[in-house]
């Protein structure tokens, strides 16, 4: 149980375009999905938190107007890069909220997007 | 503020034993995450402790001092693919969901 998935695994886009990224919880509804952006040899960077049928928390420094991210139902959230640039060029990684099995609350990871802008 | 310490990098030798430390000082605490992550890859959850006390997992172990604002993970048997790296990661009180991510561990095994 609790399997996110991502679409697409990995993306090249040209510079100016915008590039779409959508994630699911296969198996369960989740409420709050976080987007994170990761660059080589560095830590997670949360982007933002959302929550189904509310407009996303974003992080200081994370553009809202270049980062658009829809959290429609309890199993989509989606993170579109509009306007591309190759500073964007990253990997992208959303996770799902979810309760763990008699403990507490865990993320569960999607395998990633890796977006490269040319 | 909010501050999560772990050594940038460690190097340990293939069935040996390794400990990495991760400190932290936040505003709320309601439980620690231990992941791993491979190269290129998300991360994937290794541990998870609330209470004070030792948590064994099969070779993965993880310990939690609420007091000392501290957690180590311990790894046995170490194997070449235990190369990657591991995150510490403390829940506050602020969000049932949100986590606070330190920098990572990276972790490197030789023969």
């Known amino acids: 149980g609790a399997v996110v998935s991502q679409h697409p695994s990995w993306v090249i886009c040209k510079s100016g375009t915008s590039v779409k990224i959508e994630c699911r919880s296969l198996?369960?509804?989740?409420?709050?999905m976080f987007w994170y952006r990761q660059f080589p040899k560095q830590s997670l960077m949360l982007m933002a938190t959302?929550?189904?049928?509310?407009?996303?928390?974003?992080e200081q420094g994370v553009e809202k107007d270049k980062f658009l991210i829809n959290h429609a139902s309890l199993t989509l959230s989606t993170l579109t890069v509009t306007s591309a640039h190759p500073e964007d060029s990253s990997f992208y990684i959303c996770?799902?909220?979810?309760?763990?099995?008699?403990?507490?609350?865990?993320?569960?990871f999607g395998p990633g997007t890796r977006l490269t802008v040319t | 503020g909010q501050n999560i310490d772990q050594p940038t990098e460690m190097t340990a030798t293939e069935g040996a034993i390794v400990q990495i430390n991760c400190t932290y000082q936040?505003?709320?605490?309601?439980?620690l995450f231990w992941y791993q992550q491979h190269a290129g890859e998300a991360p994937t959850f290794l541990s998870y402790?609330?209470l004070d006390g030792l948590e064994e997992k099969g070779r993965f172990s993880s310990f939690l001092s609420r007091s000392k604002g501290y957690s180590y993970l311990l790894l046995k048997e170490l194997q070449m693919k235990d190369s990657a790296s591991y995150l510490c990661?403390?829940?506050?009180?602020?969000?049932?969901?949100?986590?606070?991510w330190g920098a990572g561990t990276k972790l490197i095994i030789k023969p």
């Open positions: 959302s929550n189904e049928g509310s407009k996303a928390t974003y």
């Open positions: 402790n609330v």
């Open positions: 936040t505003s709320g605490f309601n439980g």
């Open positions: 990661a403390v829940r506050g009180t602020d969000s049932n969901y949100q986590l606070i």
């Open positions: 198996d369960f509804q989740a409420t709050t």
């Open positions: 996770s799902a909220g979810g309760v763990r099995s008699g403990s507490s609350y865990e993320q569960y």
